[in-house]
């Protein structure tokens, strides 16, 4: 896919809070570097009973990377920003949307840091 890439959203807790960590499909959140960059105190990956009720109508492992219709943060590797274009989950394991990174970012409006692995 050259010049767009497949993004995952990952649900983390950022000091207890939800928050989405937005990162190519094929790397892992560095938790340590999410929450160096998010100035927090700790970071941990959240469980499916953590989050559910939280992106209703969602498959889980498929919301979505827009925290600001759910009320959470979104933090997005830099590594996405090189990218002309993005796909991700629509809310199902088999929609996806593709969209311009700048669209989505000016959407979304993400935090944008390092962070993946």
């Not at 892992?28 to 941990?44: I, K």
């Amino acid at each position: 896919m050259k010049g767009k890439k497949l993004a995952k959203t990952v649900i983390v807790k950022l000091d207890g809070k939800l928050a989405m960590a937005v990162l190519p499909c094929n790397h892992q959140v560095n938790l340590e570097r999410l929450r160096v960059a998010s100035l927090s105190g700790s970071a941990d990956l959240a469980s499916e009973v953590e989050f559910a009720r939280q992106f209703p109508g969602c498959e889980e492992g498929a919301m979505p990377p827009f925290g600001n219709l759910y009320g959470i943060p979104v933090y997005v590797d830099t590594s996405l920003t090189e990218d002309v274009e993005i796909a991700f989950n629509a809310c199902t394991h088999t929609e996806l949307i593709q969209l311009a990174f700048k669209d989505f970012q000016r959407l979304a409006k993400p935090i944008v840091t390092a962070f993946k692995e």
